[in-house]
DNA sequence: TGAAAGATACCGTTGGGTAGGTATCTTTGA
DNA sequence: TCAAAGATACCTACCCAACGGTATCTTTCA
């Protein structure tokens, strides 16, 4: 029985798998699957292990939910930096990311894991910090209500998309609507806004 | 030790009570909350009580979720029943009741709720069907892609306001951004739909 | 050689669920 | 009319698997 006892000790990359794991776990299955002995089984490894690397379970998926985070933080940042217009960079990239094809598409499992995260309260205050984090970085730029309408429809939309029945289904409309979300993003910011459309 | 062992048998009432819990339990507390030891107790019987009008944990809580659904439906439709306008006509009770006061401001709860509800596969397919045959009904008013524009911000809204920080301050906006869906409806139907706008 | 990495074996609790009892209600037949 | 008989409601006591977590031992590496 070759086990990670007689292999190279490598601390690090058993850390990263077991996060990975525990990641693939609640994308597939669910956060309820996200149990000790099936994340360090899935990592090749035994709970001692785990243990030894996190002092809790909680740790552990507050990790994986700070690496989500810190993804999601990263790939914004990207799509803001090739943006030139000042005016809704945030929410543009906002939109763009949060509906991208394969974040949405692969059998919902990203949606369906943001909602597993959600439902958590003390996973829900980690998103929520970092949300009102990004916001309150943005605010010159973005803190129009217009702009705010647009994240929230987004918001929406991957939710939607999340409730459909067949998940694997291939979703034509996505464009569409992120072309059209977008395009709102690139309007001339009003003096007032108010609820005086239509 | 008087316990609902001697009092009048009231099977109805029992029924409804652990299922009042249980959705009780999982408003306050999250879906983690609901176990059978917890709802029965709550109840005010025992265990034994709880498997004998549901035969599993399972067809409790789905008991709880088909309740919600019914109500939602209800409201739909009794506020669907004052609106003299065809068009949209769906779209602006779903807007009106996600979006009510109460229904988001008590906490956050509702929210909550409903979050958990979307995180379980089997829980999420029942609201997933619901939704569908809803918006197959009213395909003919509301099959717009302006009018799902609307109700998928809607959805976005509730889930922002979840995400907020302190989820008991008054939420000042939701009042104005509802009346800008619902004006969003009451514009005419376009010949052909598409990202022109902006 | 000693600290870090990992394994093994165990513990207490709690989860959903079952078995079989007792109490109350409802039906029925003389 | 009313009591036996059966059905329904509810309780007590248990099962057992799985959970998170700990203590302790072995192996590896610097």
């Not at 990263?16 to 099936?38: F, H, I, M, N, S």
């Not at 899935?42 to 810190?70: N, R, W, Y």
């Not at 993804?71 to 217009?85: E, N, S, V």
């Not at 987004?154 to 939607?160: K, L, N, R, T």
């Amino acid at each position: 029985m070759a086990t990670a006892y007689n292999r190279k000790k490598q601390p690090e990359l058993v850390r990263r798998t077991l996060l990975d794991c525990a990641a693939k776990l609640a994308l597939e299955q669910g956060l309820a699957a996200v149990t000790v002995q099936a994340v360090s089984h899935a990592a090749g490894v035994t709970k001692g292990a785990l243990f030894h690397h996190f002092p809790s379970k909680q740790a552990l998926v507050e990790g994986v939910v700070a690496d989500l985070i810190a993804q999601l933080d990263a790939d914004i940042d990207a799509a803001m930096a090739k943006d030139p217009r000042p005016y809704g960079r945030y929410t543009r990239a906002y939109v763009d990311i949060t509906l991208h094809d394969p974040m949405i598409t692969e059998g919902g499992q990203w949606a369906a894991l943001h909602i597993s995260i959600l439902a958590e309260p003390t996973l829900r205050r980690m998103v929520s910090d970092w949300f009102a984090e990004r916001l309150h970085r943005h605010r010159d730029t973005d803190g129009d209500a217009d702009l705010e309408f647009v994240r929230l429809a987004a918001d929406g939309a991957w939710i939607a998309y999340l409730v459909r029945e067949k998940p694997t289904d291939p979703v034509p409309e996505l464009g569409a609507l992120r072309a059209r979300l977008i395009a709102m993003t690139l309007a001339e910011p009003k003096p007032a806004s108010g609820g005086d459309r239509g």
